[in-house]
């Protein structure tokens, strides 16, 4: 087996049936299987699933009677997974061209490549942003009071989030049209080596959703495995189909918090603590002005918890 795709679906029957026929229609000439994890949807999405497995045979699934989150449910996927490259991919994707079967010919070619992505796309044709460099606390700092988007500063402070297009001094996607290195991505389109899982292990299930794809290419890199960006391929990211606006929010304030007490010293996690409780606060003021009470209310709330 060459590939083993694992799609974690919650809720969202309809883009995850046309994410798996847009792997069956276009992927060609590799070996490969789709294990889909369904985290207890209430939507028809395993009946769904159930009627696809009729006419996809490797399609194989697991169906949990509770949501177990993000990484919990690769987890569940890496277990089983047979194939030597493993495919993180959102249900909020859609496959264009011979995606898969050309970029798994490229880490064939680089065997110092743990793990890669391509470029995420709008459905407009527009580039997003996929992960970025490792939060320190001078890069956590900027983030938090927008010094990273200021033209010049960010070539100095390789930010944790190059594009967040809330920021105030927000000036487009240039850092994602080139192939690089970079430290993390994201798990909409997270692809690996089997061998990489063998040496890493699987996700910390401390966090439910968001910030474990940076503790995992955290522990990846440790152990001196490369991570690529790969814009000369693509593919559509619809984006937040199973989030609302407050969940992110919160949830990577917390996962930031996890990923300090796991990895960074003490005194290093109370100044964390410091940096989100003022961006925190800096937000609720600036986003609460430009867009209304709710979003002033969310950032109140992660000021509280953070």
């Known amino acids: 087996m060459e590939l083993s795709i694992i799609i ?65 449910g690769n987890n569940q996927g890496l277990r089983i997974a047979k194939g030597n490259y493993i495919l993180l991919l959102n249900t909020d994707t859609i496959i264009h061209d011979n995606v898969l079967s050309e970029i798994t010919s490229w880490m064939d070619a680089n065997p110092d490549a743990g793990i890669v992505t391509c470029a995420l796309k709008n459905r407009d044709g527009s580039l997003q942003g996929t992960g970025g460099y490792f939060p320190t606390l001078t ?3 900027s983030w938090m009071f927008f010094i990273e988007d200021i033209p010049l500063l960010d070539s100095l402070i390789k930010p944790f989030h190059p594009v967040h297009g809330q920021s105030p001094f927000y000036k487009g996607i240039s850092f994602f049209q080139n192939k690089h290195q970079q430290d993390w991505i994201t798990g909409a389109f997270m692809l690996m080596r089997s061998e990489v899982v063998k040496q890493v292990g699987y996700f910390d299930e401390d966090y439910f959703m968001y910030t474990e794809e940076v503790d995992y290419c955290y ?88």
Request: aromatic share 12%.
């Open 8 to 72: 974690i679906n919650f809720n969202t029957k309809k883009i995850t049936s046309d994410c798996l026929k847009s792997i069956v229609k276009m992927t060609k000439g590799i070996d490969y299987e789709i294990i889909v994890v369904d985290n207890a949807s209430k939507d028809g999405s395993v009946q769904m699933l159930e009627s696809l497995r009729k006419k996809i045979p490797n399609l194989k699934l697991i169906n949990n009677r509770e949501n177990k989150g993000f990484g919990p």
């Open 139 to 141: 890069r956590v700092f």
């Open 219 to 306: 522990r990846t890199k440790k152990k001196e495995w490369k991570v690529w960006y790969l814009p000369t391929w693509s593919i559509t990211h619809l984006g937040g189909a199973s989030s609302t606006s407050e969940f992110p929010i919160l949830s990577e304030y917390k996962g930031i918090k996890i990923f300090y007490k796991k990895h960074q010293k003490p005194w290093q996690y109370t100044l964390l603590r410091g940096f989100l409780k003022g961006g925190a606060l800096l937000r609720m003021i600036i986003f609460g002005v430009i867009k209304g009470k709710e979003v002033a209310r969310i950032y109140a709330k992660a000021f509280q918890t953070a």
